[in-house]
DNA sequence: ATATTTTTTTAGTTTTGTCTAAATTATTAT
DNA sequence: ATAATAATTTAGACAAAACTAAAAAAATAT
């Protein structure tokens, strides 16, 4: 598989998840960065190799095989993140490049060896999930901080946005993967929350709220 | 640079150090496994591009330009072998062909945090010198363990060829960068040596004592 | 010194992945 | 139900990097 179309496969994966139905031409052109035209060529190419299901106008969909495919693509991008920041110092904003050059490393042998090394992770850095050897991927409860009700106590265990911005805003207010974090109170007017993160009281925008995932707790 | 001007850089490289002028187009055909024809295209890009100086029939020579990124590519490609064995438990006969892959990611942070993830190593599983971050290379005064003389004793310190079944030959054989050799006898019809390693005498081929490095001891 | 051989370059194709512009199909609005 | 709009596909072009075959230059041999 060449570089190209490995990318597509992960647009490919990404884009199901959040929604059921085919994936459009133009949803795959958004994440790509490329052109509805660019994409038609390569989903032929895709299909003609069964990675996925095509017919013309009603979008794509992965094959067993792809889907397998699209994992283990993930798989390696989640692990050379995992070992960027523990093993290289990496802060959890600098990743995200790097592990999109290394995730196209072709070696088997490799992945797992480091999979190893790096103790068997089940979640990258940013608290998303890691699948396994077999494509098997450890479910986490979850839920947005923007659908906590006024009282709840949850810790932090994923973001949704893992833009360099919204990451670096997290490093600023020390809001790190297994902070707790207590919904004090909620402004209706814009849906602001008032915060409370290692005994620090805070206010966060709603748009905030609903790009970190968090896990609820007692 | 693309993945493919790194690769011709790279054995433009190679091929200079072992001969003082120009490095012809069928040498580098030949190393870099393609057609003159190819080799012509690309050095007429390199060339635009200031990494090599190029006049018609005349060969090619790195620029001081040139010679850096070259090195830079050997040094990425040289940590990362030092990575797989170190740390991923890679034997010395398996590194090569991911280390080719993994020399091309684009990130110099990455390179300097591994460099110093692994402790600033000066040579490679083979003994091959490692460029530091800015070029320099620390040279090791070696030869080859043929042209030792009856009684010398000297220790490994690198391979001439790392193919994957002389360096198998080596493990069967027990010896390793950093094993003590005393060369016993020779023998003047085939040149084939009689050594001690490890206590154990053994004989072997001229063909094997061409391809490894010693250092002279006491 | 000239003829032969080898090396290198040029010219013209091919493949992969991209693009623009135009045509076609699907969706939405009236 | 038809018109307008949006989404998708097709057709044709282009750049990068490779190739084959043929031409040109350099090296070698007689």
Chains 1, 2 share one sequence.
């Not at 906590?148 to 809001?175: A, P, W």
Request: glycine share 6%; with cysteine; proline share 2%.
């Amino acid at each position: 598989m060449t570089y190209s179309e490995e990318n597509y496969l992960k647009a490919i994966y990404h884009l199901s998840l959040s929604q059921k139905q085919g994936v459009s031409t133009n949803a795959i052109a958004a994440l790509i960065e490329s052109k509805a035209s660019s994409v038609t060529d390569m989903i032929k190419k895709l299909a003609e190799k069964e990675l996925i299901i095509y017919q013309k106008y009603q979008g794509v969909m992965l094959t067993d095989k792809g889907l397998m495919a699209a994992k283990m693509i993930v798989r390696k991008h989640r692990l050379w993140e995992v070992f960027l920041v523990e093993k290289l110092d990496f802060a959890w904003d600098e990743v995200h490049d790097v592990a999109e050059e290394l995730e196209h490393i072709k070696s088997e042998k490799l992945i797992n060896k480091l999979d190893a090394f790096l103790g068997f992770p089940t979640e990258d850095p940013h608290g998303d999930p890691i699948p396994d050897k077999n494509g098997n991927i450890v479910k986490v409860e979850k839920q947005l901080l923007s659908e906590f009700e006024i009282g709840q106590t949850g810790i932090c265990v994923g973001v949704k946005d893992s833009s360099s911005s919204f990451l670096q805003y997290l490093d600023k207010q020390q809001i790190a993967l297994g902070s707790k974090i207590k919904v004090v109170a909620k402004e209706s007017f814009d849906m602001s929350l008032t915060i409370e993160v290692n005994g620090k009281s805070m206010i966060i925008s709603n748009k905030i709220a609903g790009n970190l995932f968090v896990k609820t707790v007692s």
